[in-house]
């Protein structure tokens, strides 16, 4: 399972193989936004019609069924997608910037913090037994995360490891007396930090229980379906011995399309780094050597 975390999270490839992870994050709730404006009923396709389950045969069927799970795995996919995003480099430093200049950053003791050393020095230190009395005495909810004191004057830290994230409550006990120096509550989080919290919960599968785990699991089947789907039908369209590039659009971009890719691209940064990027490789390189162009045909 720790393998599988690290491959979720990273590719097994540390800090560059994150940022890849991070970088089709941003792209997909990017394609999911153009998908959606492509899919919205307009002329003469109705609702009806642009919720009606794939028939027929061929790219049709395929193009159906990729129009049908967009919309559903849009609706899915995209909180998953947005939940995970505070766990990210980029996005997530971004955010954890912004609380700590707000105040809205989360007051948890498990990463340091305020936390209070034990009121002696020397002694001997209670056993662990001992401290998961004083866990359960103080109302925690088992199973328990706890971590031993770093030296003779830090104390004991202890979590309830609930996958109920309102029940993950912490104590700093005395490693001699077994005394709570400090208690933290979830509620006691600002109101960000408790909703960040909440966000990861749901990502995991764990918000509300088996239902999430469901709701989750269908969504991969549907971006499964989805990402097959789109690439049946772009090959079943292209022209034989192409990659089918489209011809790049005569008229130059609205005012409402630009604000759009650069509100995308400031939201997103990744994005606005990696579109910098292909436009600068197309001016610079591929139009030279005549790659992914489109030709007219005669």
């Given at each position: 399972m720790r393998v599988l975390r690290k491959f979720h999270g990273e590719l097994l490839l540390g800090d560059v193989g994150t940022k890849f992870v991070e970088l089709a994050a941003h792209w997909a709730i990017v394609m999911f936004i153009t998908g959606l404006y492509l899919w919205w009923p307009r002329g003469q396709r109705t609702v009806k019609q642009a919720f009606t389950p794939p028939s027929g045969k061929g790219r049709s069927f395929w193009r159906q069924t990729h129009l049908f799970t967009g919309i559903l795995a849009a609706v899915l996919?995209?909180?998953?997608?947005?939940?995970?995003?505070?766990?990210?480099d980029v996005w997530g430093g971004g955010l954890s910037l912004v609380q700590e200049q707000t105040g809205t950053k989360s007051n948890s003791l498990r990463f340091g913090g305020d936390v209070p050393n034990s009121t002696a020095s020397e002694g001997v230190p209670i056993p662990y037994a001992e401290v998961f009395a004083v866990a359960k005495a103080e109302g925690l909810v088992a199973p328990y995360e706890t971590r031993p004191p770093k030296d003779a004057d830090a104390a004991y830290w202890i979590r309830s490891a609930s996958v109920n994230r309102a029940e993950q409550t912490e104590l700093i006990v005395d490693q001699y007396?077994?005394?709570?120096?400090?208690?933290?509550?979830?509620?006691?989080?600002?109101?960000?930090?408790?909703?960040?919290?909440?966000?990861?919960?749901?990502?995991?599968?764990?918000?509300?229980?088996?239902?999430?785990?469901?709701?989750?699991?269908?969504?991969?089947?549907?971006?499964?379906?989805?990402?097959v789907s789109g690439f049946v039908a772009w090959w079943m369209r292209r022209p034989a011995g192409s990659l089918g590039v489209p011809a790049a659009p005569g008229a130059s971009l609205g005012t409402g399309m630009i604000v759009l890719v650069i509100g995308l691209c400031i939201l997103f940064p990744l994005?606005?780094?990696?579109?910098?990027?292909?436009?600068?490789?197309?001016?610079?390189?591929?139009?030279?050597?005549?790659?992914?162009?489109?030709?007219p045909t005669t």
């Open positions: 996919v995209v909180p998953i997608i947005v939940a995970g995003l505070p766990w990210t007396s077994g005394d709570v120096l400090k208690r933290q509550d979830f509620a006691d989080n600002p109101g960000l930090a408790r909703l960040v919290s909440q966000g990861i919960s749901f990502h995991q599968g764990e918000l509300y229980g088996w239902l999430n785990l469901a709701q989750n699991t269908l969504a991969v089947i549907l971006t499964l379906v989805l990402s994005v606005g780094v990696s579109l910098i990027v292909a436009l600068l490789l197309d001016w610079a390189l591929f139009k030279r050597l005549g790659w992914f162009q489109s030709h």
